[in-house]
């Protein structure tokens, strides 16, 4: 029996946070949840949305299963996400990013892994107020972090059979902080002889995504620009509701989709879950539980290929529904 956090989130968290755990549940494999309320439906109890208990029932467990959690923006509390993954020092981001069979779209063979690093850049959140129009918001680069995410990056690729790692910055303007990023890529491709190495400005790279998507394969990027091109790589694959995720440390794994709280459809069981499943199929290769990883796979992958659908992918059944139908297909 497994041990495994699980984050229910707010917004449509709890909904596919439910569908998995059904899923999972009805494929055989036991799991002890140990379920984490975090966000803001927590804030008025405890007077934070990261309880001290959450960051210690992961640090317990290892292992966490998250769904998404709101951030307000501008004023109130730090994203719950960026502290978790400071917190645990989950500095690998990796967002996998491939064609689904039976969801059409644009481009076909469609393969490519996002390796974002998770701790630094102007996610920091090292900003200060100078007078009344002007903010500073200082990004943060460091040689240690910058190593580590591509060392990361390129022992993927070797372990996964990819062929490239490529780096991608703005070294062209921000020559010290994006330039150590290049500069940390190159010393750790020294390492990597067999793996294709490749640079790319991060314009350039938006650009030729949308006009070709197989030219790629892995990419490694510092934090913001890894969180913007990792949704529009979702897009590639057919949106939020298929992008799966995982936050890697040395330590601890917490696997999550790319998506946010949804709340525009939050609570009318129209959400999609399939990002969190797949996020959730990971996490069981993770643990090596291979075998129901393949189980629960093939099940969504005949689900979604027999035209069964939520919504956002021009189908029309429910969340519930749609979850339904993948645990027929368990059998
Ligand atoms: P979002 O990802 O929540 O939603 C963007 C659009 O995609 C919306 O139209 C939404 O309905 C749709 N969508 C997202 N997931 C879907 C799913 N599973 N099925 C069907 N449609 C789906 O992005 P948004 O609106 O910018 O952010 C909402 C909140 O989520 C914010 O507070 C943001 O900070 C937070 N957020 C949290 C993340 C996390 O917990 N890891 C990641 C990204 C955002």
Excluded at 23 to 28: C, F, Q, T, W
Excluded at 52 to 73: G, M, Y
Aim: proline share 4%; charged share 25%; glycine share 6%.
């Amino acid at each position: 029996m497994h041990n495994i956090t699980l984050i229910n989130g707010d917004g449509i968290g709890p909904e596919i946070s439910e569908s998995v755990v059904r899923i999972i549940k009805a494929s055989g494999l036991d799991i002890n949840w140990d379920i984490q309320t975090a966000g803001s439906d927590v804030i008025e109890k405890e007077g934070t949305p990261l309880p001290e208990r959450v960051l210690d029932s992961v640090r317990k467990n290892k292992v966490a299963l998250k769904a998404p959690v709101t951030t307000p923006i501008g004023k109130g509390f730090r994203s719950v996400n960026v502290q978790l993954r400071k917190d645990l020092d989950l500095y690998a981001n990796l967002r996998p990013c491939k064609n689904l069979p039976g969801v059409n779209t644009r481009f076909e063979n469609v393969d490519l892994v996002v390796v974002r690093e998770n701790t630094e850049d102007l996610y920091a959140g090292v900003e200060e107020q100078i007078d009344n129009n002007t903010a500073h918001s200082i990004k943060i680069i460091t040689r240690h972090a910058s190593e580590r995410i591509c060392r990361f990056a390129f022992d993927y690729a070797v372990k996964n059979n990819r062929h490239e790692v490529c780096v991608v910055t703005k070294a062209n303007i921000m020559k010290l902080s994006d330039g150590l990023f290049l500069e940390s890529y190159r010393n750790v491709a020294k390492d990597y002889p067999q793996i294709n190495q490749r640079e790319i400005l991060v314009d350039n790279l938006c650009m030729q995504l949308v006009q070709d998507p197989t030219r790629f394969d892995v990419l490694v990027l510092p934090n913001l620009y890894g969180d913007i091109v990792s949704d529009l790589t979702a897009g590639l694959i057919g949106g939020l509701g298929v992008a799966q995720g995982a936050n890697i440390g040395l330590n601890f794994a917490v696997f999550e989709p790319v998506h946010g709280s949804a709340p525009d459809i939050k609570g009318q069981n129209k959400a999609n879950p399939t990002a969190l499943l797949l996020s959730a199929i990971e996490m069981l290769k993770y643990i090596n539980e291979n075998e129901y990883a393949a189980k629960i796979e093939k099940a969504l992958f005949k689900t979604l290929s027999s035209g069964f659908k939520t919504s956002d992918l021009g189908g029309n059944l429910s969340t519930s529904e749609f979850t339904d139908e993948i645990i027929k297909n368990l059998l």
